[in-house]
């Protein structure tokens, strides 16, 4: 009997049986179509994250205080009281260092004439706009004069600006930020990418006004510095070490009480989290590919039961044991292929929609489309093998008899 | 002809009268049931010739359906001999013995056995599945079947939508499709009124006028008597 014999033979069974065949298969679909959309999602994330962290700013290192325990994972909230403004001016004299951005943050509300939203309030200085990359869109960035008098006055992200209802027309005219009225200057330019933090969300004032009427100390919740070039990336970062070690009077034994990240290692602490998030959320997609397949076994072993007459009638007619085993496997494999085919659609469109929403770019893997269908054929052969066994050894007298 | 020597093989390939188509020398078929050796065929012999119509009648639990399976090669003896076409059938595996069937019996049963939810044209045509047969060859030749029993309009016709008589006459089709050496019906009008069983038992007659060898098992005395040879069994022996 020829593949294309038995094929036709199987459609031809699911065709009579079709709404079984569909649910059957519909645990494959299931399974394909998470694995695929769950693993374009973590990619889709993963590419969307890096393009967000590329946007922050190039030759860019970020000191934070308190010790990190692994990966992105900080230490205790309260150890962050160590990194001072002072430190920020002594690391801003260091050689190799082009710029330096002190921030100090909270959360408050902003008022508009028209509108109010709850955003970050980022106080720095006036290199912040370069130091990060900014560009400004209307009025100008903080100036330097503007940050030493700690002046109210603030630069608007593009979408804290937008949710305000304020266009270019606002330069010049005052939002009340925590209660008091703030005189806007700039707006920047959007940065495109969104995700889990936006930078176009944000408040920039001087940082003296945040330290006088938000949080009241003069501690640094970080310092970005800007490398003069990325040669100097490794030296520049021992020279802050070093200063800063000596700042804080630590001894040799001591573990430093703040972390240097660059954005190389930003980027792939975040590649090593989201492929392992991905592998992760595959594996477990994969765990319903298997329960799919134990569906196929089930149904298949019912219906080698329901047809063991057939299967007796077939044998006396001249079928080998190879013939009804190869004519249950191939119906098994049928279902688990087509559920394979349909789960893909699936997976791609759920992925799509996914992405989109999540303004994620959509990344699609042909591994992982082969892999997934792949996969499926595997899971119908292991779970269509045993009960197509038990059709093929089934011996014809009983199972002409069997009623 | 008991203790013949066994037929060359080369003899089986010509076509026909120098082998007879069943040959049993001394078979019998002993069933184990929990350590209870329930013996159901007792040293059968029994020899039918090329174009033979023998009815072997008997009431059930003679050993009927025992020595059926033995024709038919759906069973092996537990010691004696079994040929078909010259060929023995005890030593066969299980693919062994459905070759057999594939190529030397057309099964007609009494609940005609049909596949279901398939056509008549399928159904007849699946015999020639097995045989390696391409489908449009395995159609022309079970349209051409289907038609010579008087069923060419029927073709498309599950086997719900046929009454028990049509139904039967499509399982004569489906044994004749491969034009087998031997027609093996097992209580062939077992399940029709006495019309359509008329019709089907006219049918064999026909069968056999044209040349066919044809063993036919029932308990009717009735229907035994359309065959012009009649074997009896009882409490698993055979009496001419």
Redo the contacts between chains.
């Keep these: ?1 020829s593949l294309i ?1 038995l094929v036709r033979l199987a459609l ?1 069974r699911l065709a ?1 049986s079709r709404l079984r065949a569909a649910l059957t298969m519909l645990g494959i679909i299931i399974g394909v179509a998470s694995v695929i959309a769950l693993v374009a999602v973590g990619q889709g994330a993963t590419s969307g994250i890096t393009q967000q962290l590329e946007s922050l700013g190039t030759n860019l290192l970020t000191i934070n205080p308190g010790a990190t325990t692994t990966g992105l994972v900080r230490g205790a909230g309260g150890s962050a009281t160590t990194l001072t403004l002072d430190d920020a001016a002594a690391v801003a004299s260091l050689p190799g260092v082009s710029a330096i951005a002190p921030q100090t943050q909270t959360q408050a509300v902003v008022v508009s004439p028209t509108a109010n939203t709850t955003t970050s309030i980022v106080g720095t200085n006036a290199d912040y706009a370069m130091v990060h990359n900014f560009q400004i869109w209307q009025g100008t960035f903080l100036t330097p004069l503007e940050v030493e008098s700690g002046l109210r006055v603030a630069v608007l992200g593009a979408t804290t600006a937008d949710d305000l209802g304020l266009d270019a027309t606002a330069i010049g005219s005052t939002v009340t930020i925590g209660g008091l009225p703030y005189t806007v200057v700039g707006i920047l330019q959007a940065k495109g990418g969104t995700g889990f933090v936006s930078q176009d969300d944000q408040v920039l004032v001087p940082l003296g006004t945040v330290t006088k009427y938000f949080t009241g100390s003069d501690t640094l919740r970080s310092v970005a510095v800007s490398v003069a070039s990325a040669d100097a990336m490794t030296s520049t970062t021992d020279a802050i070490t070093g200063a800063l070690r000596t700042r804080h009077s630590l001894a040799a034994t001591d573990t430093s009480d703040f972390t240097i990240t660059t954005q190389a290692q930003l980027l792939s602490t975040v590649g090593n989290v989201t492929s392992i998030l991905t592998a992760l959320l595959a594996g477990i997609a994969s765990i319903s590919l298997v329960v799919g397949g134990i569906g196929i076994m089930n149904i298949m072993l019912v219906s080698v039961r329901e047809r063991t ?2 299967i ?12 009804i085993l190869l004519q249950f496997l191939i119906e098994a494999l049928t279902l688990s292929m087509l559920g394979g085919v349909f789960g893909i659609v699936v997976g791609l469109v759920v992925s799509g929609v996914i992405d989109k929403i999540a303004g994620w770019p959509l990344v699609i893997n042909p591994t992982t489309v082969v892999l997934a269908v792949g996969f499926s054929g595997i899971v119908g052969i292991v779970f269509g093998v045993w009960p197509a066994r038990q059709a093929a050894v089934l011996d ?2 009983v199972a ?1 008899r069997y009623e | 002809m008991i203790g013949a020597a066994p037929a060359p093989a080369v003899a089986a390939q010509v076509p026909g009268w120098a082998v007879p188509v069943i040959e049993i020398r001394r078979a019998s078929r002993v069933y184990d049931m929990g350590g209870l050796t329930v013996p159901a065929l007792l040293e059968a012999d029994l020899r039918v010739e090329q174009g033979e119509f023998i009815a072997i009648i008997g009431p059930s639990g003679s050993g009927k359906s025992t020595l059926m399976n033995l024709i038919g090669c759906l069973d092996r003896p537990t010691s004696g001999e079994v040929l078909l076409v010259g060929r023995s059938v005890a030593d066969l595996d299980d693919d062994g013995l459905a070759a057999m069937r594939s190529r030397f019996i057309g099964f007609i049963f009494q609940s005609y056995n049909l596949l279901p939810r398939t056509t008549a044209l399928e159904n007849v045509a699946a015999p020639l599945l097995y045989q390696g047969v391409g489908r449009r060859e395995r159609l022309e030749r079970a349209r051409a079947t289907l038609e010579a029993v008087g069923l060419g309009d029927r073709t498309g016709h599950q086997p719900t939508e046929l009454s028990g008589g049509q139904q039967q006459r499509v399982a004569i089709a489906r044994a004749l499709v491969t034009n087998p050496p031997l027609i093996l019906a097992d209580e062939p009008t077992g399940n029709l009124d006495s019309h359509s069983g008329a019709e089907v038992m006219a049918l064999l007659r026909s069968l056999h006028a044209s040349g066919r060898t044809i063993v036919l098992i029932t308990h009717d005395a009735a229907v035994a008597s359309s065959a012009p040879r009649q074997v009896h069994i009882f409490d698993g022996r055979l009496v001419a």
């Design positions: 009997m014999e031809a009579v007459r057939e007796g009638i077939r044998k006396a007619i001249g079928a080998k044991r190879r013939d014809p007298i002409l």
